[in-house]
């Protein structure tokens, strides 16, 4: 009688045939013969039929062949042929099969893990993520090096993130973290517009009895905030209709035309996008809460929905960082951000920048300014030394940076030089009263002062002590001169070393993913611990050509985002209109974010 590991490879077996081969021998579906169970050789050939009738009849799906492979880490490592079927089939086993099963054989690689590196088919991922494949667990990679440190670098495990992002394959990278619920602050930033757009949405509908509509749902994610909640923050009359807002006057904004000033929400802003892979019908309210009041609705819902994006936090393991955990910063943005966009004096809410508004609220600004003896001179034609332009600079970023944090949060100021360090700073007299203490002198030790005055103290101790970064940290270099420190290319050296130490405690590097926004805006938003962007200030040729090479260099511009404008230059030229430069400020600041956010991602067609 013909072996049943060969009929079940040909895809030949029946269940008469296997009815008589466990009367035989009841244990011998699951044997092993010539290093393979009946199960993985159906496997190995793609036999879809054969693969349903052994499990039908009891074949165990995480039986292991003579090397400890189960069926699935086999079909996700061999199988190219009808991959998504095979391990379709292997998954909708009963019991299910385990997911992360690995050994030694394949490196302690996940079957996940093996598709990435292997066949990378994007619906295999999908359904490995969607059976709750683990996106944290790490392999053992061989170590095959023969120096000490690079046998310590070789030993580390690696996640199935960190295996995505090595294959540079957008539609990998893409549909993993799609399906793994949007690992990233772009969903964040999603969520919270969604509850923005529903306050504004709820202002501009008067209804009977002088209630706005609390049951007019619109799609499957549908925040409600509190009326009193509302009020406080937009300082509004609830009976009021704001359907006659005053239109914004007319402002030469470079790059920003007038029907984009703050208002009403237009027509196209009135529709709610749900996150990424969220399928569920809209919440309808139960009888049971029909005897709520329009208040006690909109609060219960709003409890929900923030809870909602905090358990979204904590999967995206956003929860990193301790600020996103905070029961006042998320709702404080969404509340700020409703005030940003029915503010006329600014047009820093309307719907091009209010979503990069929020982007920019999840970063914490750190401003490290050039105090170097070269400050102190004059550009030609100025009435002020090139430090005075630079304190007018910094008090704009700041405005701009804080306008939707908590009030108790503020851009951090360091200085090349000057060795106090100032937190959480608001107030622009209070920026100018720091600024107009220092006296610039000294050299540009641009590299050794960003290493022991922000990284050590901000992120490298943080991280020895096991505890958690406040936010993402964007670092605004600005400077009028090139480097001086005693050791050469001391300033890419640091900024290098800072990246390193943030994958090795599993920040992620880069890793943003474009995300349409509410308003229709792609945000590509990084994922990245620690962003650097670096500015000029004067017109110091040294500092020119130093500024070139990080922009154009092989490594360099991977490592620092560059401004061709120069600050003070600008500054001078848009001094006069206060809302095109704090666009151009936004823009400015943005830089860095959206770069390394889209940095070798081509969105799926």
């Known amino acids: 009688m013909t072996s049943i590991h060969i009929l079940a490879r040909q895809g030949t077996l029946t269940a008469s045939q296997l009815d008589e081969y466990r009367i035989r021998e009841p244990e011998i579906i699951d044997s092993v013969s010539n290093g393979l169970t009946p199960l993985i050789e159906a496997v190995l050939q793609s036999r879809i039929d054969t693969i349903k009738l052994l499990l039908r009849y009891g074949a165990n799906v995480d039986a292991v062949d003579a090397n400890g492979r189960?069926?699935?880490?086999?079909?996700?490592?061999?199988?190219?042929?009808?991959?998504?079927?095979?391990?379709?089939?292997?998954?909708?086993?009963?019991?299910?099969?385990?997911?992360?099963?690995?050994?030694?054989?394949?490196?302690?690689?996940?079957?996940?893990?093996?598709?990435?590196?292997?066949?990378?088919?994007?619906?295999?991922?999908?359904?490995?993520?969607?059976?709750?494949?683990?996106?944290?667990?790490?392999?053992?990679?061989?170590?095959?090096?023969?120096?000490?440190?690079?046998?310590?670098?070789?030993?580390?495990?690696?996640?199935?993130?960190?295996?995505?992002?090595?294959?540079?394959?957008?539609?990998?990278?893409?549909?993993?973290?799609?399906?793994?619920?949007?690992v990233?602050?772009?969903?964040?930033?999603?969520?919270?517009?969604?509850?923005?757009?529903?306050?504004?949405?709820?202002?501009?509908?008067?209804?009977?009895?002088?209630?706005?509509?609390?049951?007019?749902?619109?799609?499957?994610?549908?925040?409600?905030?509190?009326?009193?909640?509302?009020?406080?923050?937009?300082?509004?009359?609830?009976?009021?209709?704001?359907?006659?807002?005053?239109?914004?006057?007319?402002?030469?904004?470079?790059?920003?035309?007038?029907?984009?000033?703050?208002?009403?929400?237009?027509?196209?802003?009135?529709?709610?996008?749900?996150?990424?892979?969220?399928?569920?019908?809209?919440?309808?309210?139960?009888?049971?809460s029909s005897n709520l009041s329009p208040e006690q609705l909109t609060q219960l819902e709003t409890d929900k929905k923030f809870e909602e994006i905090k358990a979204h936090?904590?999967?995206?393991?956003?929860?990193?960082?301790?600020?996103?955990?905070?029961?006042?910063?998320?709702p404080t943005i969404a509340e700020k951000a409703v005030r940003l966009r029915q503010d006329g004096s600014t047009l820093l809410g309307n719907k091009t920048n209010l979503p990069k508004m929020i982007d920019l609220a999840m970063f914490k600004p750190v401003i490290y300014c050039d105090d170097s003896g070269s400050m102190r001179h004059s550009e030609p034609g100025s009435d002020g030394t090139r430090f005075d332009r630079l304190i007018?600079?910094?008090?704009?970023?700041?405005?701009?940076?804080?306008?939707?944090?908590?009030?108790?949060?503020?851009i951090d100021l360091r200085f090349i030089n000057y060795t106090e360090s100032h937190d959480n700073l608001r107030e622009e007299e209070d920026i100018r009263h720091v600024m107009e203490r220092i006296g610039p002198c000294g050299r540009t030790l641009l590299g050794t002062g960003?290493?022991?005055?922000?990284?050590?103290?901000?992120?490298?101790?943080?991280?020895?002590?096991?505890?958690?970064?406040?936010?993402?940290?964007?670092?605004?270099?600005?400077?009028?001169g090139c480097p001086t420190d005693k050791k050469q290319n001391k300033f890419q050296t640091v900024i290098k070393e800072c990246k390193s130490r943030l994958e090795e405690n599993e920040y992620p590097e880069y890793g943003g993913i474009p995300e349409s926004s509410p308003l229709g805006i792609l945000l590509s938003i990084t994922d990245a611990a620690a962003v650097f962007q670096i500015s000029q200030v004067g017109s110091d040729n040294d500092a020119t050509e130093f500024l070139n090479m990080l922009m154009n260099g092989n490594e360099e511009k991977d490592l620092v985002y560059c401004t061709s404008e120069h600050l003070d230059t600008?500054?001078?030229?848009?001094?006069?209109?206060?809302?095109?430069?704090?666009?151009?400020?936004?823009?400015?600041?943005?830089?860095?974010?959206?770069?390394?956010g889209e940095k070798d991602f081509v969105h799926p067609p």
């Open 392 to 410: 007018s600079v910094v008090q704009r970023v700041a405005r701009v940076t804080t306008k939707l944090v908590p009030d108790d949060m503020g």
């Open 570 to 596: 600008m500054y001078e030229k848009m001094r006069d209109n206060e809302k095109g430069l704090e666009v151009w400020l936004l823009e400015h600041l943005m830089g860095p974010i959206l770069r390394w």
């Open 313 to 330: 936090v904590t999967k995206a393991k956003l929860n990193e960082y301790f600020s996103l955990e905070d029961d006042n910063f998320l």
């Open 450 to 480: 960003l290493e022991t005055k922000i990284l050590k103290p901000m992120i490298y101790d943080v991280l020895e002590k096991g505890e958690r970064l406040e936010r993402p940290v964007l670092v605004t270099i600005i400077t009028d």
């Open 70 to 182: 189960t069926a699935l880490s086999v079909a996700a490592e061999k199988v190219w042929r009808n991959q998504p079927a095979v391990i379709g089939t292997l998954l909708n086993a009963t019991p299910k099969p385990k997911v992360d099963a690995t050994c030694e054989a394949v490196h302690g690689n996940t079957p996940l893990m093996l598709v990435i590196q292997q066949s990378r088919n994007l619906d295999v991922i999908r359904q490995l993520v969607d059976a709750g494949a683990s996106l944290i667990a790490e392999n053992r990679p061989p170590i095959q090096e023969k120096s000490i440190r690079k046998k310590r670098e070789a030993g580390r495990g690696r996640t199935v993130s960190q295996l995505a992002e090595a294959t540079k394959d957008p539609d990998v990278i893409y549909t993993l973290r799609k399906n793994a619920g949007g």
């Open 184 to 288: 990233g602050l772009a969903d964040v930033v999603t969520m919270i517009m969604n509850v923005v757009l529903f306050i504004l949405e709820l202002l501009n509908h008067p209804l009977e009895n002088g209630h706005r509509l609390l049951n007019e749902w619109f799609g499957g994610w549908n925040p409600r905030v509190p009326a009193r909640r509302v009020q406080e923050c937009i300082g509004s009359n609830p009976e009021q209709d704001h359907s006659s807002h005053a239109p914004t006057p007319d402002v030469a904004v470079p790059g920003v035309s007038s029907d984009t000033a703050p208002g009403p929400c237009p027509e196209q802003e009135q529709i709610l996008l749900p996150p990424a892979g969220n399928d569920n019908p809209p919440d309808i309210p139960t009888e049971s």
